[in-house]
């Protein structure tokens, strides 16, 4: 069993930045593989979307076009944690962020993980 926190959402203004943390407890993910970690957001009255992922086997990471150049998604192992760096944020940005686990995934946008964490809101204010 892995727990995922996410911290580090708030509101910031547009043009602004975030640091999103995802905090894995449990299982160590490390040592089990968790070969994937990933990002989504959900907007008030939209549907959850992907943003970004990493891929633990060689690192590559991929981001939803609407982030790209903007966002960074890393991993330390050491730390057991995932971040998302959001820089030039938008009012568009605004949703609550959630983390995602897969042992194996083969569609990046695939909304089905293995765990998932209770999501922090971002508020970008214009």
């Known amino acids: 069993q892995v727990q995922l926190v996410e911290s580090g959402g708030g509101l910031v203004q547009a043009g602004g930045s975030l640091r999103l943390s995802c905090a894995a407890s449990?299982?160590?993910?490390?040592?089990?593989?968790?070969?994937?970690f990933r990002w989504f957001r959900q907007a008030p009255g939209k549907e959850r979307e992907f943003v970004a992922a990493h891929r633990r086997s060689d690192g590559s990471t991929y981001y939803a076009d609407s982030v790209k150049g903007r966002c960074t998604i890393s991993r330390d192992n050491a730390k057991n944690t995932v971040y998302l760096q959001m820089n030039s944020l938008k009012p568009a940005d605004t949703a609550v962020y959630f983390c995602a686990a897969n042992s194996v995934l083969s569609v990046l946008t695939d909304g089905r993980a293995d765990y998932w964490g209770q999501g922090t809101q971002v508020t970008v204010s214009s």
């Open positions: 449990g299982r160590t993910f490390s040592r089990y593989a968790m070969g994937w």
